[in-house]
């Protein structure tokens, strides 16, 4: 019989967890079992994940940007967190990981397998987990939904636009996250509007909200696209994205190489047929966006939306003066913002106030369903990892950016 000490020899072998949250599957890892070595982590989960091959075959990824990525979560040496857990977005057909945001969608089912694995102690009804998210340097707090004994739920009537079926939806609190990406206030140029001048499209009319995820929006139509397009004009909306995100870079004298700002435009409300060949009538949300051209997602345009830049983007139609809440409405109630996008309608809890001239996010939440999909153990050819290292410099990003330890709060 061949056991795990057997293959030792030519394998490594790490404990795996694969979840899905929302629109997005992960591969969960704890801490404790990735290379002690942070800048080992790139070059192992490229292993990992089989990622230098674009379908993915030699590994753990599903050959697509909403399957091709990794939640490592370990216990918090902060006081404030339970948790702290950094994501890896793993790079497809290419030996690059990407550090420089956090998946949304992803977060919830943090909380479920902080539970799963002992490191959040389970209450009843609900358990809540307090994250440090290290990517972005913010706590994020979950409830995940848990029967008598403590235990997830799976079962129950939410719903995740994009994902076939109901089940229990677990509430991520982003209201604690502005300044993600620049560290800064919630609009880092100072302005609710700015204009820019981008490359084949002329000056354009933007808002910038850094909270999450820093995004940029734009209005569609100033882009000459229709807001609705779907997945057959992917690359008009990924080109049009490129270069409005290259622009918002100069303004805010950010490395190009990074992915942020997001780019997403922004349209009316009117009625289009959706990725299941289903009628989303413009009756049931406030306004469309669609989301695409950052390097890590291949350019393609997200059969969703990513659940940090749907946050963001609800702060930014609840707050007076934006390119968004032109078409969410200055006149409406704060509370649920309905976005439309491919695979139909998320809605988002978000509110604002405005003090001393600074607007001060009151809330930013959104649910999502979650289910434990397996759990086991996963192995990583030593020569391979061997390879990766040698061919990846130290100082790429790929090894340089992985998140620092968390310091422990005085």
């Given amino acids: 019989m061949v056991t795990t000490a057997s293959l030792s020899r030519e394998l490594l072998s790490i404990p795996t967890t694969i ?128 029967d008598d004994d403590g235990v997830p739920l799976t079962d129950g009537t939410g719903v995740s636009a994009g994902v076939t079926g109901t089940g229990a939806a677990a509430l991520t609190n982003f209201s604690r996250t502005v300044g993600a990406s620049l560290g800064g206030d919630l609009f880092p140029t100072g302005n609710r509007t700015d204009v ?32 609705l397009e779907m997945q057959d004009r992917a690359a ?41 060949g289903e009628l989303l009538d413009a009756q049931d949300y406030d306004f469309a966006v669609r989301f695409a051209g950052i390097q890590s997602m291949l350019d393609t345009l997200h059969e969703a939306f990513p659940g940090t830049a749907s946050c963001c983007t609800a702060i930014a139609a609840v707050t007076s003066g934006t390119v968004v809440n032109e078409l969410y409405g200055s006149g409406r109630e704060q509370g649920a913002v309905s976005i439309g996008h491919p695979s139909g309608v998320l809605r988002i809890g978000a509110a604002v106030h405005e003090e001393d001239g600074r607007v001060v996010v009151d809330q930013a939440t959104f649910d999502r369903t979650t289910r434990p999909i397996m759990r086991g153990e996963s192995y990583v050819r030593r020569s391979d990892l061997d390879t990766i290292v040698a061919e990846i410099a130290k100082d790429e990003p790929t090894r340089a950016g992985v998140p620092s330890a968390v310091p422990a709060l005085s």
């Fill in 19 to 146: 979840l899905r949250g929302g629109t997005s599957k992960g591969v969960y890892l704890l801490e404790s079992d990735m290379p002690e070595d942070r800048s080992l982590w790139g070059p192992f989960l490229i292993a990992l994940f089989g990622a230098r091959d674009a379908t993915q075959i030699n590994g753990l990824g599903g050959a697509r940007p909403t399957t091709s990525k990794c939640c490592i979560v370990g216990p918090s040496s902060r006081s404030d967190a339970d948790v702290d857990y950094t994501f890896a977005q793993v790079g497809i057909g290419e030996a690059k990981v990407y550090w420089d945001f956090n998946c949304g969608n992803l977060t919830p089912a943090v909380g479920v397998f902080a539970i799963l694995a002992g490191l959040v102690e389970p209450k009843p009804g609900v358990t809540n987990v307090s994250v440090y998210q290290t990517n972005t340097r913010m706590i994020l707090g979950i409830e995940i939904p848990t």
């Fill in 196 to 227: 820019i001048s981008v490359p084949g499209i002329g000056d354009l009319t933007c808002t910038i909200v850094d909270l999450a995820n820093m995004c940029v929006f734009y209005r569609a139509e100033e882009a000459d696209l229709t807001g």
């Fill in 236 to 276: 008009e909306v990924a080109a049009a994205s490129h270069a409005v995100r290259k622009a918002a870079q100069g303004l805010l004298g950010v490395d190009p190489a990074k992915t942020v700002p997001w780019p997403v435009s922004v349209a009316p409300r009117r009625s289009y047929t959706m990725l299941n």
